[in-house]
């Protein structure tokens, strides 16, 4: 069987294909928070990120990652994804490794983000690419089901 393209693509939240993955996210999110969900999904917005990767199969939106600017030198990842069949083939620490370049190319010094504690396999990601715990930052202070990360690019 032949082995499928892997395209990576830089865009926006203007981007349908974005717009797509992200829906199937809030799906998914939805199911496994479910109370906590309307909580989450109002920090999730997609409206002002300008910083979107795409990643492409065979010319198929497979999953999606974004970073929100905080500052001149640090951002928050955002609305990482992989679709469900194609998970476990390391994607998503692809995708996270390109945001991380895009961040050094802007010059940027930190890296946040924040997951929940029903995303087990995030925070196993975010550990293994070298992301470390950090007190919750706002507006997740005090949220016990909030874990936050950084990491010093």
């Known amino acids: 069987m032949a082995r499928a393209k892997i395209a990576i693509a830089r ?21 496994r928070d479910g ?16 910083q979107v990767l795409i990643l ?17 030198h640090s951002a928050e990842i955002k609305r990482m994804y992989v679709k469900e069949d194609y998970r476990k083939q390391g994607l998503a620490s692809k995708l996270l490794y390109e945001l991380e370049d895009w ?3 802007m010059n940027l ?16 990601l975010y550990e293994k690419s070298g992301f470390k715990r950090i007190p919750n930052y ?6 016990e089901s909030s874990f936050c990360f950084e990491k010093v690019l």
Do not use: W
């Open 11 to 31: 865009t926006n939240s203007d981007s349908v294909d974005f717009q797509k993955l992200v829906q199937l996210l809030d799906a998914e999110l939805a199911q």
């Open 35 to 50: 109370e906590l969900n309307d909580f989450y999904h109002q920090f999730n917005g997609i409206e002002a990120l300008r």
């Open 56 to 72: 492409y199969s065979d010319k198929e939106a497979v999953a999606c990652g974004a970073f929100k600017l905080r500052d001149g």
């Open 103 to 105: 961040g050094r190319e």
């Open 109 to 124: 010094k930190t890296l946040v983000l924040e997951t929940g504690i029903n995303q087990p396999e995030a925070m196993s």
């Open 138 to 143: 706002p507006p997740y202070v005090g949220v």
